[in-house]
C-alpha cells in the first residue's frame, strides 16, 4: 500500500458519526444536532444554560417548599405494624384467610391459604391530632402533630425494584429520570459548590433498582443523583492524589475544558457542557463537601440527639448530614435506609427481630430530623417525605404453604401509609385503608399523585413540568397514568 492512499485510509477511520452527519448535503447532520437528547415533540419546558445548568430558576408558581428530603425505607415496612392501626385485623388473627381475599390477587411468595395475621405491637394514640403510632417508635410519637399520614397509598407494582422504579420515576421500567432530577432540573440549586441532588446509603445495601431510583435518564446527566457516603471521603477520589496540588488540578481542568468546548463547538452536544459543569462541581467539592459533610463539627449536643454512630454507614448520620446538606442549599436529599423486606423467611426479616431493630435505627434519627429543622426555622420550606416502595399483606407469609419459624408478611401493593412533615402540608390523617388493611378504600392516592403533590408545594403543574423524548413530553408523573394533586393535605 502507498503512503496516499495509507494517509487516505487513516483520515476515514478518524470520520466519527457526528462528522457524517454533520457534513451530510441532505441535512441530515442539522436534523440531529437539533433532536439530540431531545425528540421531535418539542423544547424543553425549562429553558437552562448548561454552561450553568444548577443555576437557581423560577417554579410554575410560589411554592411552599424550597427542598426536599426523601427518606426511603427500602423493603417496604409494614403499616401494619407502624401506623395503620386495625382492630378488627386483631380479632382475626390466626383465622384461615377468607378465599375472596385469594381471588385474581398476585404475591411475591404466599402460596395456598394462609391465616390471618393481626399486628404484631401495641398501638395508641398521641398527640393533639390523636396519631395512631406502634410502641416501636417511642421518638417519633412526640412529633406526631408535626406531620401528615397518608393512609391510602397504592401501586400497581408487587416486586421491589419495578416498585422503587415506579415510586421515584413514576414508571416501572428503566430509563426514566428520577424525582430528584426532574426537581433539580426545574429548580436548580442555591449552592452551586454542591450537587443539587445528594443520595445517601444506609442499611448495608442498595435498593434493589440500584442507582436507577437516583439516574437522570434523559435529561442531561448533571441531575443524576450524587451517591456521597456518610463515613470517609464523601465522595471517593474527590481529594488530589499524592504529588498533585490544587493549582495543578485547577491547570489540568482548564486544559480539559479547553478542548470539551472545542468538541461542543464541533459537535454540539449538550452533554458536553453538562460535563463541563460536572467537573467544575467536582472541582469545588473538595472543599465544599468536605466542610457538609464533617458532622464533627456539628455540638455534642446535637449529635446526640440524632444517635450519631461516629465512623458507621448510618442512617442517623445520614439524617444530620440531610440538615447539613438542606442548610447549604442542597435541592433533593435522598435517604435509603435498606432492610424492611419482612418476610419472616429467617431472623433478620421476622417482624419480632430484624423489624424491631430496624425501628430502633430510624426511631431517634427521623425524629430529630424534624425537631432540628423546626428549631431552625427551615420545616416550613423543607417537606419530609418518608415511606417504602409498597405495603405489607394482612396475612402471614407461609412461603411454599408452610408454616414458617418467624413471622412476616408479604408483599402488598393494595395500600400502604407514607408521612409528610413540613413544606407547606397539613398535619393529621389523611385516606383509609379497609378494615384489615388490605386495600386502600378512602380517598386513594396513587404514587403518581404522591408526585404530582410534591410538585405542586414545590411551585410546579406537574403538567407542565416536561423533557420531550421518544416521541413525548415525558413528565415525572407518566404521561399514561392519571394523576392529581392531593389537596386534603395541603395547609
Not at 29 to 45: D, F, I, N, R, V
Request: proline content about 6%; charged content about 20%; overall charge neutral.
Amino acid at each position: 500500500m502507498d503512503l496516499p492512499q495509507e494517509a487516505h485510509l487513516e483520515a476515514h477511520r478518524h470520520v466519527t458519526r457526528r462528522h457524517f452527519l454533520r457534513d451530510c448535503t441532505t441535512g441530515l447532520g442539522a436534523l440531529w444536532l437539533a433532536t439530540q437528547g431531545q425528540s421531535l415533540a418539542g423544547a424543553p419546558s425549562v429553558a437552562r444554560d448548561f454552561a450553568r445548568p444548577l443555576a437557581p430558576m423560577t417554579p410554575h408558581f410560589p411554592g411552599k417548599a424550597k427542598r426536599v428530603i426523601f427518606l426511603h425505607m427500602a423493603g417496604a415496612p409494614s403499616h401494619l405494624e407502624l401506623f395503620d392501626y386495625k382492630p378488627e385485623l386483631a380479632k382475626f388473627d390466626g383465622q384461615t384467610c377468607p378465599a375472596a381475599f385469594l381471588e385474581g390477587k398476585r404475591f411475591a411468595f404466599i402460596q395456598g391459604i394462609p391465616k390471618l395475621l393481626g399486628p404484631r405491637f401495641p398501638f395508641a394514640q398521641h398527640g393533639q391530632t390523636g396519631a395512631w403510632v406502634t410502641d416501636r417508635l417511642p421518638h417519633f410519637s412526640r412529633v406526631v402533630d408535626e406531620v401528615c399520614f397518608i393512609k391510602s397509598l397504592h401501586t400497581d407494582q408487587f416486586n421491589h425494584a419495578p416498585a422503587q422504579l415506579a415510586m421515584h420515576t413514576g414508571y416501572s421500567t428503566l430509563g426514566y429520570p428520577s424525582m430528584g432530577s426532574w426537581v433539580t432540573y426545574g429548580l436548580g440549586s442555591s449552592n452551586e459548590n454542591l450537587p443539587g441532588f445528594i443520595v445517601l446509603l444506609s442499611g448495608g445495601k442498595t435498593p434493589d433498582s440500584g442507582k436507577s431510583c437516583w439516574g437522570s435518564g434523559f435529561l442531561p446527566s448533571v441531575y443524576q443523583g450524587v451517591q456521597c457516603r456518610s463515613k470517609g471521603e464523601p465522595v471517593l477520589y474527590l481529594a488530589n492524589p499524592d504529588g498533585v496540588t490544587r493549582d495543578l488540578r485547577r491547570q489540568s481542568l482548564d486544559a480539559l475544558d479547553d478542548l470539551n468546548r472545542r468538541a461542543h463547538t464541533e459537535a454540539g452536544d449538550p452533554e458536553t457542557l453538562s460535563r463541563i459543569a460536572q467537573y467544575e462541581t467536582a472541582f469545588k467539592m473538595q472543599v465544599s463537601a468536605a466542610e457538609a459533610f464533617d458532622i464533627s463539627r456539628e455540638p455534642a449536643d446535637v449529635r446526640a440527639a440524632y444517635g450519631v454512630r461516629p465512623g458507621e454507614e448510618a442512617f442517623a448520620n445520614n439524617c444530620l448530614l440531610a440538615r447539613r446538606l438542606a442548610e447549604r442549599g442542597v435541592r433533593y436529599i435522598q435517604l435509603f435506609h435498606w432492610g424492611w423486606d419482612s418476610h419472616g423467611a429467617n431472623e433478620r426479616e421476622a417482624l419480632e427481630v430484624g423489624f424491631k431493630s430496624q425501628c430502633n435505627d430510624v426511631d431517634q434519627p427521623m425524629t430529630a430530623l424534624i425537631t432540628d429543622l423546626k428549631q431552625r426555622g427551615m420545616l416550613d420550606d423543607t417537606l419530609i417525605v418518608w415511606g417504602g416502595e409498597f405495603g405489607r399483606t394482612p396475612m402471614r407469609e407461609n412461603r411454599g404453604g408452610n408454616v414458617m419459624q418467624w413471622v412476616g408478611r408479604d408483599h402488598n401493593p393494595g395500600a400502604f401509609t407514607v408521612w409528610m412533615a413540613g413544606g407547606g402540608v397539613k398535619p393529621g390523617s389523611f385516606g383509609e385503608s379497609d378494615d384489615l388493611g388490605y386495600e386502600a378504600v378512602v380517598d386513594k392516592v396513587s404514587v403518581h399523585d404522591l408526585k404530582a403533590t410534591m410538585l405542586h408545594l414545590l411551585g410546579f403543574d406537574h403538567h407542565r413540568l416536561t423533557y420531550p423524548s421518544q416521541g413525548l413530553d415525558q413528565r415525572v408523573t407518566n404521561v399514561t397514568k392519571p394523576s392529581e394533586i392531593v389537596k386534603g393535605i395541603l395547609a
